[in-house]
């Protein structure tokens, strides 16, 4: 999913393309990309773009006669920038956005279609769609700390969940908690005084870094390679492959359709987190140490590994 870095790089590149051009027009290959009735595309054809936002992670076009267009991209929708009047990508097309000099596509990989286009009125409207996390970048050592320990969450979920802190996700996540050198599974009501001053600032430094990063990649192209695992990334993706600190292997917590990646050297004392999956199958089986996971592996099979 696109997080804060991504976006930011998305409407840097879309501001210097349709900012104070005219929306001519919308045109939607899926039904169900518009998730909202009143005002309708009709209302915004036509209108002038004043602005772009973000909101969490999702992307605002501040149009006209206090009209927005709400895009969030979730899981696997990206934007590409075309010549004007170019055709709907065929089998991954949901969406283009007509403007005098170009044309912005909406493509969405995979079979579950979660990409979500919502229209409002008013500010008062749009910010209905704000999960009203807090803006890392923008707080201040007490704020941080007061979003964190408001409820008792695992850390990963903590930093994930965007009623708390806005647009992070799973990718950078893992990139933050390994700079912070905490464990994914710490309580956040566990944590001392010099635990949260770590966070916090490795969170913003991973932040800026990596906004800085895609900036300098994208140059004035505009973004066309945007993914959550990219070369340079710590332990986000990169299960087995060896730590840029320490050298350990990095692991997984593999859950539902998302994965936790973690150095157990740098985060976790060495001690191996439990895969939901796996520890229920090998209960007092399941390795504890990155040793007795070798051992594991050297007696098991090249077929079944």
């Not at 009709?42 to 992307?59: H, Q």
């Not at 969030?72 to 007509?98: E, V």
């Not at 001053?197 to 300098?216: M, P």
């Not at 140059?219 to 390679?225: A, N």
């Amino acid at each position: 999913m696109p997080e804060l870095p991504d976006v930011v790089v998305y409407i840097e590149s879309l501001q210097s393309r349709v900012v104070g051009k005219l929306l001519q027009r919308i045109r939607l290959a899926s039904p169900f990309l518009l998730r909202s009735v009143q005002p309708t595309i009709r209302d915004v054809e036509n209108t002038r773009v004043l602005g772009l936002r973000r909101l969490g992670k999702r992307i605002v076009f501040c149009l006209e006669r206090e009209l927005f267009l709400i895009l969030h991209l979730m899981i696997a929708g990206r934007l590409h920038w075309k010549p004007a009047g170019s055709r709907i990508p065929g089998k991954l097309g949901l969406a283009a956005f007509d403007f005098p000099d170009g044309t912005l596509t909406l493509t969405e990989a995979g079979t579950k279609k979660r990409a979500a286009l919502h229209i409002a009125r008013g500010e008062n409207t749009l910010l209905r769609h704000d999960p009203g996390g807090l803006e890392v970048l923008e707080a201040a050592a007490g704020e941080f700390r007061a979003a964190l320990t408001r409820e008792n969450h695992t850390l990963k979920r903590a930093l994930t969940d965007p009623r708390i802190f806005s647009g992070i996700g799973n990718a950078y996540s893992d990139e933050i908690l390994h700079r912070a050198q905490l464990s994914p599974l710490k309580r956040t009501d566990q944590l001392r005084e010099d635990e949260i001053a770590r966070l916090h600032r490795a969170a913003r430094q991973t932040l800026v870094e990596w906004t800085q990063r895609l900036r300098e990649e994208a140059g004035e192209r505009f973004p066309e390679k945007v993914t959550a695992f990219r070369e340079g990334m710590a332990v986000h993706g990169r299960y087995r492959l060896p730590c840029p600190v320490c050298g350990a292997p990095v692991q997984r917590i593999v859950y539902a359709e998302n994965e936790t990646n973690y150095c157990p050297t740098c985060q976790t004392g060495g001690r191996l987190l439990a895969d939901r999956s796996l520890s229920r199958l090998l209960r007092d089986d399941w390795p504890r140490t990155l040793e007795e996971l070798e051992e594991v592996r050297s007696h098991t099979p090249l077929k079944h590994r």
